[in-house]
């Protein structure tokens, strides 16, 4: 015990030192593993959002309105823009893999103030930098691990310094608290219902107030500049993004799950990136009112409707909030862009990982109760920001990446463990029994399923994604095969084929389609019912339809498609082009031809040169091109 409580680094021990090496290790392996998958190389839904905020912001584009989303998280990764472009992704998730480090430094550090110094401190930081569920947030960009990195930071510094009063340390709890909201705004209940508490605590005690005074202003200072930045560029004096109203709507509607957001309203996606769920709250207002309506319209509409939808059935709601309670309190981790169980089963590195929630739960339970026994104060301070959390989380939906913050608050709670072992005999009877009987309910809780609670068919949306990550980085038999898999679970279909039939054809087009992979028959079916108008789809289709013989329906598609978006669908207007009886070439402007002269619009390109019309492309990568067009689209080319 003595080289454990020896300090030999800058404060730590032996022990402690082991386990964040370990720990380090342990995430760069999983980081290393997951830099070469679709989705750790192309990140998608909330993380590619973020990934385009950051360029916006690095590049001064913000759109001139109110933050939509938390904007911290994007401010931070707008930094690795100025290494380029192509290092963004990969330094972002190793930036998340180092704040999961510090997130371990920060949960031992405060176990060891709650608990003394000890294994306690060291067993926080295993649970914490071993957990598999934080390891598979923190290579993605995603925002929560920083938010957990200045929650666990407010309450170290605040457990630090308030009994001393320190007045800096108090203020630096409340401005890590402010940045914690300002990149998760779920922390946003915890600032509530601590700021209100810690006043009501100063008003009764005035050797409080001057310790008050210090959080108070630290947790102020940060959430006014963000709303005054918000106003200067929005126009609108707040700190909550507006995102949240619509989410509330979609979280506490009749028919809602309460576990997860579920698209209604399907959008094809022809150009850069949008969110679905803002497209969808716009939308879907439109229908309802006739307007499309500012934005302070459209989230004034969203709690107008939530508030009537639950004052319409209150009995409802609350069905609604139990079955959320024990979503949040159940080991299995809901959907939120991806489905952790899916992904764990992926990963050799977490794959085998026995750290749960269920777990964390047990144990941070039976630290709760030796902490009853210890300083109720301190017990106090930890349940009212646990249930002002969870309050706040359960509003909206129990998604898995949402409870993040109270798996690291359970963990610094489990190091009363050793308290328990040690104290078990010297507990009353009630402490005992409290111990005993709060462990087996929540553990119950936790490890069972009922009404469906770990349903698995949110896999296939996962599959998607990571068919969709494939297809655009190229790998289309990694893309056709993930697509068959959401098939086989019953999971958008229709994109799936989508995402196969335009594999098929750069497997057709570069001479790799094998054995064992699609082909164009196993389309014929289904291909009248795919109605996607994105411009690739469109010329894709046609290929299909003049390799099952019909190229009238072939022409037809392609002519659709060049009707629908000009040039946007060069490809289809190539295709009529060379297959069109008339000699004459398309009348194509100067900067068009000159934009082919310089690698646009390759297939174009090859049929201009077919109609006589001077391109300039190489002998080499013409040949390139027909070869490829011969494959694809048989007889074609004479």
């Not at 009764?204 to 310790?211: D, E, G, M, T």
């Not at 469109?538 to 978006?565: M, R």
Request: charged residues 15%; proline residues 3%; aromatic residues 14%.
């Amino acid at each position: 015990m003595e080289d454990l409580e020896r300090p030999i680094a800058r404060g730590f021990g032996k022990w402690e030192l082991r386990a964040l090496l370990g720990v380090a290790v342990y995430c760069l392996g999983h980081w290393l593993w997951y830099q070469g998958t679709a989705l750790g190389m192309s990140p998608a839904l909330d993380g590619k959002e973020n990934l385009l905020l950051a360029r916006d912001i690095f590049e001064l584009k913000l759109a001139p309105e109110p933050f939509f989303r938390a904007m911290l998280y994007p401010l931070v990764l707008a930094f690795f823009y100025f290494f380029g472009d192509g290092n963004v992704v990969w330094m972002a998730s190793l930036f998340g893999v180092c704040i999961h480090v510090l997130n371990t430094i920060l949960a031992m550090k405060l176990t060891s103030l709650v608990w003394g110094e000890g294994w306690s401190g060291v067993s926080a930081g295993l649970l914490v930098g071993f957990n598999p569920v934080l390891i598979h947030y923190a290579v993605d960009p995603l925002d929560i691990t920083l938010g957990v990195f200045f929650f666990l930071g407010s309450l170290y510094l605040f457990f630090r310094y308030r009994q001393i009063g320190v007045f800096l340390g108090l203020a630096g709890s409340g401005a890590c608290l402010a940045l914690a909201c300002l990149a998760r705004p779920h922390f946003l209940a915890v600032a509530a219902a601590g700021g209100l508490a810690y006043s009501l605590f100063a008003a009764f005690q005035s050797s409080a107030r001057k310790s008050f005074a210090a959080f108070a202003s630290g947790l102020a200072v940060p959430l006014l500049a963000y709303a005054l930045v918000n106003f200067m560029i929005g126009g609108a004096f707040a700190v909550a993004p507006w995102q949240g109203a619509y989410n509330l709507w979609v979280s506490n509607k009749p028919g809602a799950n309460g576990l997860y957001y579920r698209q209604s309203v399907n959008f094809e996606y022809a150009g850069e990136h949008r969110n679905p769920n803002r497209l969808e709250s716009e939308f879907l207002y439109e229908q309802a009112t006739g307007e499309k309506g500012s934005i302070a319209d459209r989230t004034g509409y969203w709690r107008g409707r939530t508030l009537e939808a639950i004052a319409a059935d209150p009995w409802r709601w609350l069905g609604l909030m139990g079955w959320k309670s024990y979503a949040l309190f159940n080991d299995w981790e809901q959907y939120n862009n991806k489905t952790f169980a899916a992904h764990k089963n992926r990963s050799p590195w977490l794959r085998f990982n026995p750290i749960g929630w269920g777990l964390l739960l047990v144990l941070g339970t039976l630290g709760g109760v030796a902490l009853w026994g210890r300083s109720r104060v301190t017990l106090g301070i930890v349940v009212l920001v646990f249930a002002a959390y969870a309050g706040g989380l359960l509003l909206y939906m129990a998604s898995g990446r949402f409870r993040v913050p109270l798996v690291a608050l359970l963990a610094v709670s489990s190091g009363g463990v050793w308290s328990v072992v040690e104290n078990w005999v010297r507990w009353s009877g009630l402490q005992k029994a409290l111990a005993c009987v709060l462990s087996v309910c929540l553990g119950f809780v936790a490890f069972s399923r009922f009404g469906g609670i770990a349903d698995r068919s949110s896999f296939g949306q996962d599959y998607l994604l990571l068919a969709d990550a494939s297809a655009g980085l190229g790998w289309d038999r990694e893309a056709i095969e993930w697509a068959e898999q959401a098939i086989e679970l019953g999971k958008g279909e229709e994109l799936a084929q989508r995402l196969q039939l335009i594999s098929l054809y750069n497997l057709v087009a570069d001479g790799t389609r094998g054995i064992g992979d699609p082909d164009w028959s196993d389309f014929a079916s289904s291909l009248d019912e795919l109605n996607f108008q994105d411009p690739v789809f469109l010329f894709v289709k046609g290929v299909a339809y003049w390799n099952l013989g019909d190229s009238w329906k072939a022409k037809e598609v392609w002519d659709g498609a060049v009707q629908a978006h000009g040039l946007g669908a060069s490809a289809s207007l190539a295709m009529l082009t060379l297959t069109s009886e008339d000699e004459a070439a398309p009348n194509l402007s100067a900067d068009v031809l000159q934009a082919m002269r310089d690698g646009a619009f390759p297939l174009l390109a090859v049929a201009m040169e077919r109609r006589s019309i001077e391109i300039g492309l190489s002998s080499e990568r013409r040949a390139l091109l027909e070869q490829s067009l011969a494959r694809a689209v048989p007889g074609l080319l004479p």
